[in-house]
């Protein structure tokens, strides 16, 4: 018995085994939903070209308003407002790639951004962390170590965000680099960079390059990071958001540009309208990003939702939210760029409401056939919360739409006649050859779910699936195992990362 | 001011008034989604027919059987089995209508059956009762009249099952007939009849015949009321569904015949083979009901899912169930024939896995075009149970999918370039004329969705989603109002059932 198999066999006997999914290049083989007609698609890619031509954007910082006029764009210095002929649109977008891989340091976890493929990634930005034993809190960086360890431990999630929720234990300006050594460190995979500043666009870069054991001006061979832009809808790019996207352009790392367009507060409170701000504002980052590198690796970013009229308060997973999911992925069709969504809701509990909101959302996502769907695992109460037992949910209704895509087998031994034969009217197939032949396999088994009858659930202690998920992240966590690491990487890491922080206590000034 | 607005706004003024969609016609526009390809469908369809013809189903019932050999069908009587060349099927399945409409006794709540339309029906056949108050427990006949209290005043659900739960303080030879007078009376909505022996089928036309103020024989011109079937897979049917079926075919009233197959235990441990043996079992009961009558409307009925392999407990709404029920979409179509499918879940709760597994089901459905969604309001634990909390969760879940499928109106006026030229970059929309003019309806308003923030939502009591629908059903309930019945049919439906329970208590043997 090799080392692995006998800790394996020592952890299932302490009853620490959790049945997760292996991981998988997650192919949506279905055609995509349509809720919009070619028609619709190009009287609101052609709205957004007005809203671009006559109206423009507030781009604040000026390196980029200078690189947008130098490729063609109407700049108005006074106004800070650039204006963009469609001809230049269209000729910069035809730049991006359609489709790219980003190589995770574990090769078996690269991901490829494009096509039919997806890619779920945890969730990212909350400023509270919440678990059913202690409540909603502000997160410390410990817990969030713990939250990318849970992530590790599950094969569904693709890619982890550097910042599954603010460890507010650690000051503002340093933090990030935290952040990143412990996405670049617990986990294998891919991981995000925050983009809010340039510094910190720089500082995952080098990092990322550190944790791949390359030279960082080796960078733009091959894509080993992304990140991610807001606009701060309506019509306005700001400064740390344009640096941030132009370090990451720089150097050849897919940006994904994601307009916040809330429908009825920071967009018209009409669908087509909320999207024709959106396709405007997606189209304007995207083309920055080909402008500052023809060719830059960019995702067009969908988060159109609506309030709630009466309070103003955001909603997600709404009917709305499921149909804007569904028609940004035809716009980004349109573009032939790869296209990002989100798993969302706004509940306050781990409850019904979470699941069905966030299903909507999973749903609109992926049948607009999302190359990248955030916040995938761990959101709730409208992104202000990175929950621990969400995670858990989230894995269970990932896992469950990937094994949904796996086609169905349709061949003489699936079809079973002869084992329909075997089987007396009346009978069961528990017993039957065909049965036996695939016991293990034949069906997904759930990481979460529940099957058992009422009564033994009782006897088990009437847990919910809040509450099973509690237990399950804590068997994740007790198992965790850290994926190796070549020391000298991990020193050098670490070197990094104090050089930085001292760097940045003596020259706050250099974090712009 | 009209009495019913008075009323209406003294109960607003009592916080009674509950927020919900009006009665639609819920259409589907949107292409389904196909799950196996055209090759695949015939396959299925191939093999099917070969356990048709070759295999054959065991009908217990003699006057069924009598009718298929006179059509044409093999039958041996020793083993009293069926088989049907190819032929005969298909021609008794042609016959069969495309789409049809039921009356309701309230003509504005009538419904389509077939084409893109969608109808929500009740949960039925549950032997036990939930709610958070006392929770799971056997039902009383009160209580089932709540249950039907509150489906009526929820619009989103179309069509009302005689049983969202037993019973069990009435007698069970004779509380069908309390069943359907409920059915009848406390709600203006098409529902279903027990089809569990031919005397429920004849008691449940005699009623919806006097209910609609017709002669018993006129029944055949006019769908009033429909019933569906389970074979008791694999491949056989008993008497009393038998005799159902062919009352109900006799009197020109639409059945639904289901198989039961549940993947890994009475149908093959393969989807591609629980499909060949639901569509064997589903021809062959559409069969009987042409055989019967030409032309009697008829419904395929698809109900596959998988057991956990492990304990045989049966599974709903997981993965293969979701591609089950949009595979099944492709076969009633081949075959020109409406489709019913479910919403399922098997959680002990009302929890998040109650909310995932019946979205699962719940896209499988409508994204797989079934025209009727049987169990779609209530449903719990595996259909054991109708929950109070559940109706209302899932009538949030049915709004919320009504409104994701009506079209994005795309137009000058909701592209809106002129309310986004007029918000400044940074600004917002909540003030706009675009905005105003669209307050009251731009989007869907929640019956259960709490989007208060967090401290608000604390403050209310923390009360998650199965929380606030407990309330939510007390103020339904409260707010209840009978629909208008002219008094002389009341007293004609209170008198047939005193009638048969009188003769059903005097000949016990006349209950078969």
């Given amino acids: 018995m090799t080392r692995t198999a006998s800790r394996r066999g020592r952890r299932e006997a302490r009853g620490h085994g959790i049945k997760r999914l292996p991981w998988r290049d997650v192919v949506n083989r279905l055609p995509p939903i349509e809720v919009l007609s070619d028609d619709q698609v190009e009287a609101i890619h052609q709205a957004s070209l007005r809203v671009l031509a006559e109206i423009g954007l507030r781009v604040l910082d000026g390196e980029a308003r200078s690189l947008l ?5 109407q700049v108005d210095e006074t106004t800070r407002t650039v204006c963009f002929d469609p001809a230049l649109i269209e000729a910069e977008i035809a730049k991006a790639p359609a489709s790219f891989t980003i190589r995770a340091r574990n090769p078996a976890k690269s991901v490829t951004i494009g096509g039919n493929h997806i890619n779920f990634s945890m969730v990212g930005g909350p400023s509270f962390v919440s678990d059913l034993d202690r409540g909603r809190r502000p997160g410390t960086f410990a817990e969030l170590c713990d939250f990318q360890r849970i992530g590790q431990m599950l094969d569904i999630i693709h890619t982890t965000n550097c910042s599954p929720f603010e460890p507010l234990d650690l000051p503002p300006e340093t933090r990030h680099l935290d952040r990143y050594y412990a996405a670049a460190t617990l986990c294998d995979k891919v991981w995000s960079a925050s983009l809010l500043g340039g510094f910190r666009a720089r500082d995952a870069l080098a990092m990322v390059a550190i944790a791949h054991g390359i030279d960082e001006d080796a960078l733009p061979q091959q894509p080993l990071i992304f990140g991610n832009i807001n606009t701060n809808s309506p019509r306005q790019l700001d400064v740390a958001m344009a640096q941030g996207l132009m370090a990451l352009a720089r150097a050849g790392q897919p940006v994904v540009v994601t307009p916040f367009t809330l429908s009825g507060a920071m967009a018209p409170a009409t669908l087509a309208g909320a999207l024709t701000q959106q396709n405007a504002e997606a189209l304007a980052g995207m083309v920055l990003a080909q402008v500052v590198r023809p060719g830059a690796p960019v995702v067009y970013g969908g988060f159109t939702s609506n309030v709630d009229m009466k309070s103003g308060a955001p909603a997600f997973g709404t009917p709305e939210y499921t149909k804007a999911a569904q028609a940004t992925g035809q716009l980004a069709r349109r573009y032939g760029v790869p296209y990002r969504s989100s798993s969302t809701n706004a509940s306050n509990a781990v409850d019904a409401q979470a699941a069905y909101e966030s299903e909507m959302s999973l749903w609109g996502a992926v049948m607009g056939h999302a190359n990248m769907i955030f916040h995938a695992a761990g959101w ?37 006649v002869e084992a329909i034969r075997e089987v007396a009217p009346g009978g069961h197939f528990f017993g039957s050859v065909h049965t036996l032949a695939r016991y293990e396999t034949a069906f997904y088994a759930p990481l979460l779910s529940d099957w058992r009858n009422f009564e033994t659930w009782q006897e088990g202690g009437s847990l919910d699936a809040a509450r099973r998920a509690n237990a399950i992240w804590k068997r994740l966590l007790a198992d965790y195992e850290q994926p190796p690491l070549d020391p000298a990487i991990d020193e050098a890491l670490k070197a990094y990362v104090a050089k930085r922080k001292e760097e940045l206590a003596r020259d706050p000034q250099s974090a712009a």
Avoid: N, R, W
Avoid at 69 to 73: D, E, L, N, Q, R
Avoid at 384 to 407: C, H, N, R, W
């Fill in 380 to 416: 709730l109460e409208s992104g202000l919360v990175g929950s621990f037992e969400k995670l858990i949910v989230d894995a269970e209704m990932l896992q469950m739409m990937a094994e949904y895509l796996t086609p169905i087998v349709v061949d003489e031994d699936q079809l079973a």
């Fill in 69 to 73: 006029a130098k490729a063609g764009a």
